[in-house]
């Protein structure tokens, strides 16, 4: 039984940063791993990155290495998504994920997902 909430998304002007949170609003006694994924329109849901139960493993896509970095808040239930040198084309709804599979975040076989937050850069 676990539910995710995710929080942080809006607008941003291009070269600008901005922090997505995902809380397990409802969780089971066990760790999950956990990741974020983004679908712009007309296009497939893509990997973003993920990271482990114990938060001492993370996976970044290539294409947002250098300027997204995932963490972990383990006291919270949550974890973050630091976006900084956001580009138009960063434009999308970001989606949390978990599973107790770190290798299911990242092939996007996660068993729970959330209900997305879009973000968008545009000036």
């Known amino acids: 039984q676990v539910q995710l909430v995710e929080s942080g998304g809006g607008l941003v002007q291009p070269g600008g940063s901005l922090r997505l949170s995902c809380e397990l609003s409802?969780?089971?006694?066990?760790?999950?791993?956990m990741g974020w994924f983004r679908q712009a329109p007309g296009k497939e849901r893509e990997f973003v990155a993920a990271i482990s139960g114990s938060g001492g493993t993370t996976r970044h896509a290539d294409f947002v290495k250098g300027r997204f970095t995932i963490s972990r808040e383990n006291a919270k239930d949550t974890i973050n998504l630091q976006m900084n040198v956001l580009k138009p084309d960063d434009t999308a709804v970001y989606y949390c994920?978990?599973?107790?599979?770190?290798?299911?975040?990242?092939?996007?076989?996660?068993?729970?997902w959330g209900q997305g937050t879009l973000v968008t850069v545009s000036s």
């Open positions: 994920a978990a599973d107790i599979l770190f290798q299911s975040i990242s092939t996007g076989r996660a068993d729970y």
């Open positions: 409802r969780r089971t006694l066990s760790l999950h791993a």
